[in-house]
């Protein structure tokens, strides 16, 4: 045996295991070239890393990029004034002629529904009123239409601002709320001018008015929807005048039941 | 039986009204403070079952105001029950205390008046009994209305003492 074979069983000898080691790393190596250079094996392993990621992402969007949104929306809005406009304007214009018309729809439906009437004892009065005014019985007929509505009547305490009693058809708002917080208006608007005897008569929300008649110990806030106007103030004032006065006396301001009772008479 | 009472709280400015109320009525608290202007109204219905009535709680939270004689007066006509709410961690919010009780006293006769120290949560029992003496002896109650400590005791109280 020369010195070259004993050389070679040594290093069969002592390289078997780096050998072994060898290949099996050289395997691995091939098979994670595999997967990077064909697209479907990658996709399988990668896509759920990244699903994952963008999920977590969509969730912090608000978080993150929310403010900026919105301020970058609000500069824009403020920049371009005209051309949110532009954008709008078919949009609302729209809404707009479909209210208009289902509004008309309902009116025409209305004076149908008095035309149809004709024959009745109220179509007789209102023929017998046009010819004796002048006013044609189309204008009589819108004039009925567009008559003011009491939605609701509160009794409400001076000072205090509790309600004392409370008539309504619909039950619509916390009447504890409301007349308290219509006390405090009126307390500060009749503070505020430091005129005495002078009081808060009216106040005007979105399409419904207050009309507040004052007495000594409460006042009423009668809220009304439609058209307000003074010869209604003026009827209504009368009505509310007559009632305190013949209708009311000390004793039911202290027994709300029993001004609840007269209110919901005299009213209904 | 309804009845309806209306409270008013007073106090300097960031003494907690506002959020007492809102720990009574919403159970809720906010360490971000805002400002009252004028007034807030809010109500809360509670039962007192031993009279077997319904006491809706008109509760009127008017702004702060570190000299009361600066309150509108018309605001406090009418009430039923007066809560004067100061802070224990701020003398200036009590040192005045006994002349802004008489202050109501005067405007208000016959109205009761419960004095209340809020944010006993910031201090230590040891630091309440040291300063009994400068809440003087009007002080009714120690409450939190950052914890909720006390704060439906003292209203539920104040109601049943209204109706008695």
Known sequence: ???????????????????????????????????????????????????????????????????????????????????????????????????????????????????????????????????????????????????????????????????????????????????????????????????????????????????????SAYYIAVIISGPYNVVFKSKLEDKLLDFAQNYINKEDIKDTDSFSKKLKLFFE | MKVSKKIVLLGHFGVGKSSLIRRFVENTFSEDYKVTIGVHIFKKNITIPEQGTDVSLVIWDLEGNDDITNTRLSYLLGTHAFIYVYDVTRPATYESLESEINFLKEKQKNTSITVVGNKEDLVTKAYLKQNSGNFGSLTDLYVSAKTGDKVDLLFSNLAEALIK
Do not use: C, W
């Open chain 1, 1 to 215: 045996m020369n010195q070259d074979e004993r050389l070679s069983i040594l290093k069969d000898i002592l390289l078997t295991d780096e050998r072994e080691y060898a290949q099996k790393v050289e395997e691995k190596l091939r098979v994670v070239e595999d997967v990077i250079n064909k697209q479907n094996q990658l996709s399988e392993r990668v896509n759920p890393i990244i699903e994952q990621k963008l999920n977590d992402f969509i969730l912090e969007i608000p978080k993150t990029l929310g403010p900026s949104i919105t301020e970058a929306l609000k500069t824009e809005i403020k920049n371009s004034q005209d051309a949110v406009v532009e954008a709008l304007f078919p949009i609302i214009g729209k809404m707009i002629k479909k209210y208009v018309q289902q509004e008309m729809q309902i009116l025409s439906e209305q004076i149908n529904a008095k035309m149809n009437s004709a024959f009745t004892f109220e179509g007789l009065k209102r023929k017998f009123k046009s010819k004796k005014t002048g006013v044609s019985e189309g204008d009589l007929i819108l004039q009925e239409l567009s008559q003011p509505k009491i939605d609701q009547i509160m009794v409400i305490e001076k000072g205090s601002g509790i309600i004392i009693s409370e008539y309504s058809k619909t039950q619509s708002i916390d009447e504890d709320m409301v007349s308290g917080m219509l006390t405090a208006i009126k307390s500060f608007a009749e503070d505020a001018f430091e005129k005495d005897n002078q009081e808060l008569q009216y106040i005007e929300y979105d399409s419904f008015h207050i009309h507040l008649q004052n007495f």
